[in-house]
Protein backbone atom coordinates (compact mmCIF):
# COMPACT_ATOMS: atom_id res chain seq x y z
CA UNK A 1 0.00 0.00 0.00
CA UNK A 2 1.06 3.82 -1.00
CA UNK A 3 1.97 5.87 2.18
CA UNK A 4 1.23 10.06 2.05
CA UNK A 5 4.37 11.47 2.77
CA UNK A 6 4.90 15.16 3.68
CA UNK A 7 7.78 17.50 2.64
CA UNK A 8 8.70 20.07 4.40
CA UNK A 9 10.86 21.92 2.13
CA UNK A 10 7.96 22.19 -0.40
CA UNK A 11 7.86 25.75 -0.97
CA UNK A 12 4.49 27.38 -0.08
CA UNK A 13 2.97 30.94 -0.33
CA UNK A 14 4.90 31.53 2.87
CA UNK A 15 7.94 33.55 2.46
CA UNK A 16 10.12 30.30 3.29
CA UNK A 17 9.39 27.08 3.55
CA UNK A 18 8.08 25.53 6.82
CA UNK A 19 11.35 24.09 7.39
CA UNK A 20 12.81 27.80 8.12
CA UNK A 21 9.69 28.26 10.40
CA UNK A 22 11.28 26.66 13.05
CA UNK A 23 14.31 27.08 15.00
CA UNK A 24 17.47 24.32 15.38
CA UNK A 25 16.71 24.53 19.03
CA UNK A 26 12.57 24.16 19.00
CA UNK A 27 11.57 21.18 21.34
CA UNK A 28 9.20 20.02 18.02
CA UNK A 29 12.85 18.32 16.35
CA UNK A 30 13.33 16.44 19.99
CA UNK A 31 10.18 14.95 19.74
CA UNK A 32 10.64 14.23 15.84
CA UNK A 33 13.51 12.83 16.12
CA UNK A 34 12.49 10.26 18.78
CA UNK A 35 9.30 9.02 17.09
CA UNK A 36 11.89 8.38 14.12
CA UNK A 37 14.65 6.33 16.51
CA UNK A 38 11.25 3.93 17.25
CA UNK A 39 11.60 0.71 15.89
CA UNK A 40 8.25 0.37 14.06
CA UNK A 41 8.31 -3.28 13.65
CA UNK A 42 9.20 -3.99 17.23
CA UNK A 43 6.03 -1.55 17.81
CA UNK A 44 3.63 -3.51 15.95
CA UNK A 45 3.96 -1.57 12.48
CA UNK A 46 4.76 -3.26 9.65
CA UNK A 47 5.22 -0.61 6.39
CA UNK A 48 4.76 -1.63 2.84
CA UNK A 49 4.65 0.63 -0.15
CA UNK A 50 3.84 -1.78 -2.01
CA UNK A 51 0.49 -2.97 -0.65
CA UNK A 52 -2.86 -2.63 -2.57
CA UNK A 53 -5.26 -0.30 -1.29
CA UNK A 54 -5.96 3.46 -1.13
CA UNK A 55 -3.22 5.50 0.59
CA UNK A 56 -2.86 6.09 3.99
CA UNK A 57 -0.99 8.37 6.18
CA UNK A 58 2.46 7.12 7.49
CA UNK A 59 1.91 5.75 10.73
CA UNK A 60 5.23 7.78 11.83
CA UNK A 61 3.35 10.74 11.31
CA UNK A 62 -0.01 9.48 12.57
CA UNK A 63 2.37 8.90 16.04
CA UNK A 64 4.50 12.13 15.80
CA UNK A 65 0.95 14.17 16.45
CA UNK A 66 -0.20 12.27 19.30
CA UNK A 67 3.23 12.23 20.93
CA UNK A 68 4.03 15.88 20.18
CA UNK A 69 0.32 16.96 21.01
CA UNK A 70 0.12 15.08 24.00
CA UNK A 71 3.06 16.50 25.74
CA UNK A 72 1.19 19.69 25.22
CA UNK A 73 -2.08 19.07 26.14
CA UNK A 74 -3.71 18.73 22.71
CA UNK A 75 -4.82 15.80 23.63
CA UNK A 76 -8.84 14.83 21.76
CA UNK A 77 -8.28 14.52 18.28
CA UNK A 78 -10.55 17.79 17.59
CA UNK A 79 -8.54 19.40 19.35
CA UNK A 80 -5.00 17.87 18.01
CA UNK A 81 -6.89 18.94 14.24
CA UNK A 82 -7.31 22.73 15.00
CA UNK A 83 -2.93 22.54 16.40
CA UNK A 84 -2.40 21.17 12.82
CA UNK A 85 -4.61 24.02 11.14
CA UNK A 86 -2.84 26.75 13.12
CA UNK A 87 0.36 25.60 14.95
CA UNK A 88 3.26 26.22 12.64
CA UNK A 89 5.55 23.50 14.75
CA UNK A 90 2.27 20.94 13.88
CA UNK A 91 2.74 22.08 10.00
CA UNK A 92 6.27 21.22 10.35
CA UNK A 93 6.18 17.80 12.29
CA UNK A 94 4.03 16.34 9.54
CA UNK A 95 5.33 17.91 6.72
CA UNK A 96 2.20 19.71 5.76
CA UNK A 97 -0.04 16.51 6.28
CA UNK A 98 -3.38 17.46 7.26
CA UNK A 99 -5.47 14.69 8.37
CA UNK A 100 -9.29 15.23 9.74
CA UNK A 101 -10.21 14.38 13.84
CA UNK A 102 -11.79 11.12 12.50
CA UNK A 103 -8.07 9.84 10.89
CA UNK A 104 -6.33 10.88 14.13
CA UNK A 105 -9.10 9.09 16.14
CA UNK A 106 -8.99 6.25 14.17
CA UNK A 107 -5.59 5.44 14.15
CA UNK A 108 -5.62 5.58 17.95
CA UNK A 109 -8.13 3.31 18.39
CA UNK A 110 -6.65 0.88 15.81
CA UNK A 111 -3.05 0.75 17.16
CA UNK A 112 -3.70 0.76 20.87
CA UNK A 113 -0.61 -1.84 21.47
CA UNK A 114 1.48 -0.23 19.12
CA UNK A 115 1.08 2.91 21.67
CA UNK A 116 1.46 0.90 24.85
CA UNK A 117 4.89 -0.29 23.13
CA UNK A 118 6.06 3.32 22.80
CA UNK A 119 6.76 3.62 26.10
CA UNK A 120 8.66 0.31 26.10
CA UNK A 121 11.07 1.24 23.87
CA UNK A 122 11.41 5.04 24.93
CA UNK A 123 12.63 2.75 28.46
CA UNK A 124 15.15 0.81 26.49
CA UNK A 125 16.27 3.85 24.94
CA UNK A 126 16.69 5.42 28.37
CA UNK A 127 18.56 2.34 29.67
CA UNK A 128 21.16 2.24 26.91
CA UNK A 129 21.79 6.18 27.21
CA UNK A 130 22.14 4.91 30.89
CA UNK A 131 19.53 7.87 32.38
CA UNK A 132 17.88 4.27 33.80
CA UNK A 133 20.34 2.17 36.08
CA UNK A 134 17.66 -0.37 37.47
CA UNK A 135 19.09 -0.81 40.83
CA UNK A 136 16.23 1.11 43.05
CA UNK A 137 12.29 1.03 41.93
CA UNK A 138 9.92 3.05 43.31
CA UNK A 139 6.54 2.24 42.49
CA UNK A 140 3.13 4.23 42.90
CA UNK A 141 -0.71 4.35 41.82
CA UNK A 142 -2.94 7.22 41.21
CA UNK A 143 -6.81 7.15 40.39
CA UNK A 144 -7.58 8.73 37.27
CA UNK A 145 -11.09 8.88 35.99
CA UNK A 146 -12.73 7.03 33.05
CA UNK A 147 -14.56 8.36 30.13
CA UNK A 148 -17.61 7.67 31.51
CA UNK A 149 -20.05 8.75 34.52
CA UNK A 150 -20.43 7.21 37.96
CA UNK A 151 -24.73 7.63 37.29
CA UNK A 152 -24.07 4.98 34.69
CA UNK A 153 -23.22 2.47 37.55
CA UNK A 154 -25.60 -0.14 37.51
CA UNK A 155 -25.51 -2.69 40.75
CA UNK A 156 -27.82 -5.91 41.63
CA UNK A 157 -30.44 -4.22 42.92
CA UNK A 158 -30.71 -1.17 40.70
CA UNK A 159 -31.10 -3.80 37.52
CA UNK A 160 -34.26 -5.67 39.46
CA UNK A 161 -36.03 -2.42 40.00
CA UNK A 162 -35.48 -1.60 36.59
CA UNK A 163 -36.93 -4.52 35.15
CA UNK A 164 -39.53 -4.76 37.98
CA UNK A 165 -40.66 -1.19 36.54
CA UNK A 166 -39.77 -2.40 33.08
CA UNK A 167 -42.09 -5.22 33.34
CA UNK A 168 -44.98 -3.01 34.70
CA UNK A 169 -44.44 -0.36 31.98
CA UNK A 170 -44.80 -3.36 29.19
CA UNK A 171 -48.04 -4.87 30.45
CA UNK A 172 -49.82 -1.18 30.80
CA UNK A 173 -49.15 -0.33 27.41
CA UNK A 174 -50.14 -3.98 25.87
CA UNK A 175 -53.59 -3.06 27.91
CA UNK A 176 -53.69 0.25 26.46
CA UNK A 177 -53.22 -1.50 22.45
CA UNK A 178 -55.83 -4.26 23.27
CA UNK A 179 -58.87 -1.32 24.04
CA UNK A 180 -58.01 0.68 21.30
CA UNK A 181 -61.29 -0.43 18.90
CA UNK A 182 -60.70 -1.77 15.12
CA UNK A 183 -61.21 1.29 13.56
CA UNK A 184 -58.29 3.46 14.89
CA UNK A 185 -56.00 0.44 13.76
CA UNK A 186 -54.21 3.13 11.42
CA UNK A 187 -54.10 5.72 14.27
CA UNK A 188 -50.68 7.40 15.24
CA UNK A 189 -51.48 6.76 18.78
CA UNK A 190 -51.12 3.05 17.90
CA UNK A 191 -48.17 3.25 16.39
CA UNK A 192 -46.16 5.54 18.93
CA UNK A 193 -47.36 2.70 21.66
CA UNK A 194 -45.89 -0.21 19.16
CA UNK A 195 -42.95 1.39 19.12
CA UNK A 196 -42.90 3.60 22.67
CA UNK A 197 -43.10 -0.93 23.38
CA UNK A 198 -40.11 -1.90 21.27
CA UNK A 199 -38.04 0.53 22.83
CA UNK A 200 -39.02 -0.53 26.53
CA UNK A 201 -38.10 -4.24 25.43
CA UNK A 202 -34.62 -3.18 24.12
CA UNK A 203 -33.94 -1.45 27.58
CA UNK A 204 -35.27 -4.71 29.20
CA UNK A 205 -32.59 -6.63 26.75
CA UNK A 206 -30.02 -4.18 28.22
CA UNK A 207 -30.64 -4.16 31.74
CA UNK A 208 -30.30 -8.02 31.98
CA UNK A 209 -26.95 -8.17 30.21
CA UNK A 210 -25.92 -5.74 32.62
CA UNK A 211 -27.40 -8.29 35.12
CA UNK A 212 -25.55 -10.99 33.93
CA UNK A 213 -22.11 -8.74 33.80
CA UNK A 214 -22.54 -8.46 37.22
CA UNK A 215 -23.46 -11.39 38.04
CA UNK A 216 -20.09 -12.85 36.13
CA UNK A 217 -18.02 -9.94 38.34
CA UNK A 218 -18.71 -11.38 41.69
CA UNK A 219 -21.80 -9.11 42.13
CA UNK A 220 -19.53 -6.04 41.91
CA UNK A 221 -21.11 -2.87 40.39
CA UNK A 222 -20.61 -2.33 36.44
CA UNK A 223 -20.84 0.56 34.57
CA UNK A 224 -23.32 0.59 31.65
CA UNK A 225 -20.58 2.80 29.57
CA UNK A 226 -17.36 1.56 30.41
CA UNK A 227 -18.24 -2.17 31.70
CA UNK A 228 -14.01 -2.35 32.86
CA UNK A 229 -14.11 0.54 35.04
CA UNK A 230 -14.09 0.54 38.84
CA UNK A 231 -15.52 2.72 41.40
CA UNK A 232 -12.88 4.75 43.46
CA UNK A 233 -13.46 7.69 45.94
CA UNK A 234 -11.36 11.55 46.35
CA UNK A 235 -12.18 14.04 48.08
CA UNK A 236 -14.52 15.13 44.79
CA UNK A 237 -16.98 12.22 46.01
CA UNK A 238 -16.90 8.91 43.68
CA UNK A 239 -16.10 8.59 40.59
CA UNK A 240 -16.02 5.97 37.82
CA UNK A 241 -12.39 5.63 37.16
CA UNK A 242 -9.49 3.50 36.64
CA UNK A 243 -5.81 3.44 39.13
CA UNK A 244 -2.89 4.29 36.95
CA UNK A 245 0.43 2.59 38.23
CA UNK A 246 4.05 3.52 37.90
CA UNK A 247 7.67 2.37 38.10
CA UNK A 248 10.20 5.11 38.43
CA UNK A 249 14.18 4.64 38.89
CA UNK A 250 15.39 5.83 41.33
CA UNK A 251 18.80 7.58 39.07
CA UNK A 252 16.76 10.49 37.19
CA UNK A 253 12.90 9.82 37.95
CA UNK A 254 12.32 8.38 34.67
CA UNK A 255 9.09 5.96 34.44
CA UNK A 256 10.45 2.95 33.29
CA UNK A 257 6.98 1.25 33.51
CA UNK A 258 3.09 2.01 32.91
CA UNK A 259 0.01 0.09 33.76
CA UNK A 260 -3.24 0.42 34.52
CA UNK A 261 -5.51 -1.97 36.40
CA UNK A 262 -9.21 -1.48 37.12
CA UNK A 263 -8.75 -2.21 41.47
CA UNK A 264 -9.70 0.82 43.47
CA UNK A 265 -6.51 -0.28 45.81
CA UNK A 266 -2.60 -0.98 45.67
CA UNK A 267 -2.73 -4.33 47.37
CA UNK A 268 -2.57 -6.50 44.78
CA UNK A 269 0.26 -4.40 42.63
CA UNK A 270 3.96 -4.41 43.72
CA UNK A 271 5.11 -7.77 42.71
CA UNK A 272 3.39 -7.25 39.21
CA UNK A 273 4.83 -4.07 38.85
CA UNK A 274 8.05 -4.74 39.71
CA UNK A 275 8.32 -8.17 37.51
CA UNK A 276 7.41 -6.01 34.59
CA UNK A 277 10.31 -3.50 35.13
CA UNK A 278 12.57 -6.20 35.61
CA UNK A 279 11.77 -8.03 32.90
CA UNK A 280 12.22 -5.03 30.54
CA UNK A 281 15.38 -4.31 32.15
CA UNK A 282 16.59 -7.96 31.94
CA UNK A 283 18.40 -8.24 35.21
CA UNK A 284 16.61 -8.29 39.13
CA UNK A 285 17.01 -4.50 40.62
CA UNK A 286 18.43 -4.34 44.38
CA UNK A 287 15.82 -2.71 46.03
CA UNK A 288 11.93 -2.19 45.62
CA UNK A 289 9.93 0.85 47.24
CA UNK A 290 6.23 1.74 47.83
CA UNK A 291 4.24 3.37 50.31
CA UNK A 292 2.16 1.90 52.89
CA UNK A 293 -0.98 1.36 50.50
CA UNK A 294 1.12 -1.70 48.95
CA UNK A 295 2.23 -3.56 51.83
CA UNK A 296 0.64 -7.14 51.61
CA UNK A 297 2.69 -10.23 53.13
CA UNK A 298 1.79 -12.35 50.66
CA UNK A 299 2.32 -9.92 47.63
CA UNK A 300 5.76 -8.35 49.28
CA UNK A 301 7.07 -11.89 50.04
CA UNK A 302 7.18 -12.72 45.96
CA UNK A 303 9.77 -10.03 45.95
CA UNK A 304 11.12 -10.75 48.92
CA UNK A 305 12.25 -14.26 47.88
CA UNK A 306 13.83 -13.48 44.45
CA UNK A 307 16.87 -11.97 46.84
CA UNK A 308 15.65 -8.07 46.20
CA UNK A 309 15.34 -5.36 49.17
CA UNK A 310 11.63 -4.39 49.88
CA UNK A 311 10.91 -1.19 51.90
CA UNK A 312 7.40 -0.55 52.27
CA UNK A 313 5.77 0.54 55.73
CA UNK A 314 3.25 -0.73 57.27
CA UNK A 315 -0.16 1.27 57.90
CA UNK A 316 0.68 0.94 61.74
CA UNK A 317 4.06 2.52 61.17
CA UNK A 318 3.21 5.61 59.06
CA UNK A 319 0.26 6.43 61.19
CA UNK A 320 0.31 9.24 63.38
CA UNK A 321 -2.62 7.80 65.30
CA UNK A 322 -0.59 6.50 68.84
CA UNK A 323 -1.33 2.40 69.36
CA UNK A 324 -3.37 1.47 72.52
CA UNK A 325 -2.00 0.36 75.40
CA UNK A 326 -2.78 -3.44 74.42
CA UNK A 327 -2.91 -3.45 70.66
CA UNK A 328 -1.37 -6.35 68.80
CA UNK A 329 1.39 -4.19 68.15
CA UNK A 330 2.66 -4.14 72.21
CA UNK A 331 3.33 -7.69 72.52
CA UNK A 332 6.89 -8.73 72.16
CA UNK A 333 7.75 -11.70 69.95
CA UNK A 334 10.01 -14.55 71.26
CA UNK A 335 11.28 -16.51 67.85
CA UNK A 336 13.24 -18.82 69.31
CA UNK A 337 10.13 -20.23 71.62
CA UNK A 338 7.64 -19.22 69.33
CA UNK A 339 5.27 -17.53 71.78
CA UNK A 340 4.56 -13.83 72.32
CA UNK A 341 4.60 -12.05 75.59
CA UNK A 342 2.28 -9.50 76.51
CA UNK A 343 2.72 -6.07 78.39
CA UNK A 344 2.42 -7.31 81.66
CA UNK A 345 4.63 -9.98 81.41
CA UNK A 346 2.77 -12.99 80.66
CA UNK A 347 3.03 -15.72 77.91
CA UNK A 348 0.43 -16.18 74.89
CA UNK A 349 1.69 -19.72 73.17
CA UNK A 350 0.63 -21.32 70.34
CA UNK A 351 -3.14 -22.95 70.24
CA UNK A 352 -4.08 -23.81 66.58
CA UNK A 353 -4.33 -22.94 62.87
CA UNK A 354 -7.42 -21.46 61.53
CA UNK A 355 -8.90 -23.75 58.77
CA UNK A 356 -10.77 -21.18 56.86
CA UNK A 357 -7.74 -18.41 56.99
CA UNK A 358 -4.82 -19.87 57.43
CA UNK A 359 -3.86 -17.74 60.63
CA UNK A 360 -1.66 -18.82 63.31
CA UNK A 361 -3.84 -18.33 66.96
CA UNK A 362 -1.79 -17.90 70.44
CA UNK A 363 -3.68 -17.97 72.87
CA UNK A 364 -2.82 -17.09 77.07
CA UNK A 365 -1.57 -20.39 79.35
CA UNK A 366 -4.64 -20.33 81.64
CA UNK A 367 -7.55 -17.99 81.39
CA UNK A 368 -6.93 -17.11 85.00
CA UNK A 369 -4.13 -15.32 84.23
CA UNK A 370 -5.83 -12.78 83.01
CA UNK A 371 -8.76 -12.76 85.02
CA UNK A 372 -6.40 -11.48 87.88
CA UNK A 373 -4.93 -9.33 85.86
CA UNK A 374 -5.01 -5.91 86.70
CA UNK A 375 -5.47 -5.06 83.07
CA UNK A 376 -7.97 -7.50 82.47
CA UNK A 377 -11.44 -5.92 80.58
CA UNK A 378 -9.03 -3.13 79.10
CA UNK A 379 -6.25 -5.64 77.46
CA UNK A 380 -9.81 -8.28 77.01
CA UNK A 381 -12.71 -9.43 78.10
CA UNK A 382 -13.06 -12.55 76.71
CA UNK A 383 -13.55 -15.64 79.06
CA UNK A 384 -10.94 -17.69 77.70
CA UNK A 385 -8.32 -14.73 78.16
CA UNK A 386 -6.39 -13.12 75.68
CA UNK A 387 -5.74 -14.81 72.14
CA UNK A 388 -3.58 -13.53 68.91
CA UNK A 389 -4.09 -14.56 65.50
CA UNK A 390 -1.54 -14.18 63.15
CA UNK A 391 -0.62 -14.69 59.26
CA UNK A 392 1.40 -17.83 58.70
CA UNK A 393 3.74 -15.66 57.27
CA UNK A 394 3.89 -13.24 60.38
CA UNK A 395 8.00 -14.01 59.76
CA UNK A 396 8.43 -12.42 56.62
CA UNK A 397 6.40 -9.35 58.16
CA UNK A 398 8.23 -8.86 60.63
CA UNK A 399 11.71 -9.11 58.80
CA UNK A 400 9.49 -6.38 56.67
CA UNK A 401 8.93 -4.30 59.61
CA UNK A 402 12.82 -4.10 61.00
CA UNK A 403 13.88 -3.78 57.13
CA UNK A 404 11.38 -0.46 57.12
CA UNK A 405 13.05 0.68 59.83
CA UNK A 406 16.69 0.55 59.26
CA UNK A 407 18.69 3.99 58.47
CA UNK A 408 19.75 3.16 54.70
CA UNK A 409 15.98 1.93 53.79
CA UNK A 410 14.91 5.83 55.95
CA UNK A 411 17.13 7.42 53.96
CA UNK A 412 15.46 5.83 50.25
CA UNK A 413 11.87 6.11 51.41
CA UNK A 414 12.87 9.62 51.72
CA UNK A 415 13.31 10.01 48.35
CA UNK A 416 9.87 8.17 47.27
CA UNK A 417 8.05 11.02 46.87
CA UNK A 418 9.98 13.34 44.82
CA UNK A 419 11.12 10.38 42.41
CA UNK A 420 7.64 8.44 42.11
CA UNK A 421 5.26 11.15 42.81
CA UNK A 422 6.81 13.71 40.25
CA UNK A 423 5.27 11.86 36.79
CA UNK A 424 1.80 12.11 38.42
CA UNK A 425 1.86 16.24 39.16
CA UNK A 426 3.54 16.33 35.75
CA UNK A 427 0.55 14.37 33.91
CA UNK A 428 -2.31 15.70 36.31
CA UNK A 429 -0.86 18.97 36.35
CA UNK A 430 1.24 20.45 33.50
CA UNK A 431 -0.31 17.77 30.89
CA UNK A 432 -4.04 18.61 32.51
CA UNK A 433 -5.18 14.84 32.57
CA UNK A 434 -7.92 14.87 34.55
CA UNK A 435 -9.96 11.90 33.13
CA UNK A 436 -8.78 9.13 30.01
CA UNK A 437 -10.32 9.78 26.74
CA UNK A 438 -10.39 6.17 25.84
CA UNK A 439 -12.87 3.46 27.20
CA UNK A 440 -11.78 -0.08 28.32
CA UNK A 441 -9.05 -1.12 29.85
CA UNK A 442 -6.55 -1.81 26.97
CA UNK A 443 -7.30 2.05 25.26
CA UNK A 444 -6.55 3.42 29.06
CA UNK A 445 -3.32 1.37 29.00
CA UNK A 446 -2.43 2.86 25.49
CA UNK A 447 -3.05 6.08 26.67
CA UNK A 448 -1.11 5.75 30.47
CA UNK A 449 1.72 4.73 27.76
CA UNK A 450 1.75 7.41 25.47
CA UNK A 451 1.39 9.91 28.53
CA UNK A 452 4.37 8.07 30.54
CA UNK A 453 6.48 8.18 27.09
CA UNK A 454 6.07 12.35 27.45
CA UNK A 455 7.06 12.71 30.79
CA UNK A 456 10.17 10.59 29.86
CA UNK A 457 11.27 12.73 27.14
CA UNK A 458 10.66 16.24 28.55
CA UNK A 459 13.03 15.07 31.61
CA UNK A 460 15.51 14.12 28.85
CA UNK A 461 15.68 17.16 26.93
CA UNK A 462 15.97 18.59 31.03
CA UNK A 463 18.96 16.69 31.12
CA UNK A 464 20.77 16.71 28.05
CA UNK A 465 18.74 19.67 26.29
CA UNK A 466 17.64 19.69 22.41
CA UNK A 467 20.75 19.58 20.29
CA UNK A 468 21.96 17.04 23.32
CA UNK A 469 19.10 14.43 22.86
CA UNK A 470 18.95 14.88 19.34
CA UNK A 471 22.56 13.82 18.70
CA UNK A 472 22.37 11.37 20.87
CA UNK A 473 19.19 10.01 19.32
CA UNK A 474 20.82 10.02 16.32
CA UNK A 475 23.90 8.03 17.14
Given amino acids: MAYRNGDRYQQQLFPKSIEEYISLNDPVRAYDTFVEALNLKELGIELNENKVGNSQYNPMVMLKILIYGTAYGFRSSRKLERARQHNVSFMWLTGGLTPDHKTISEFRRKNKGVLKNTLKQCAKMCIALNLIEGNTLFTDGTKIRANASIKHSWTKKRCNEYLKDIDTRIETILNECDSIDDSEINNNSLIKMNKELEDTQTLKNKVKELLAKIEDNDGNPVNAVDPECCRFKSVQGSHAGYNAQT ?45 AGYFDTDELEKIDKQAIKVIVPTKAQVSKKERKPFAKERFKYDSEKDCYICPAGNTLRYSHTQTKTGNRVYRITKANICYNCIHYKECTSSRDGRTIAELDNAQVRRKLEKQYLTPESQEIYKLRKCKVELPFGHIKRNLGVSSFLLRGIDGVKAEMAILATCFNIARMISIFGINGIIAKLRA
Fill in 247 to 291: VVDQKHGLILNADVVNENNDLNQFANQIDQANELLDKKCDIACAD
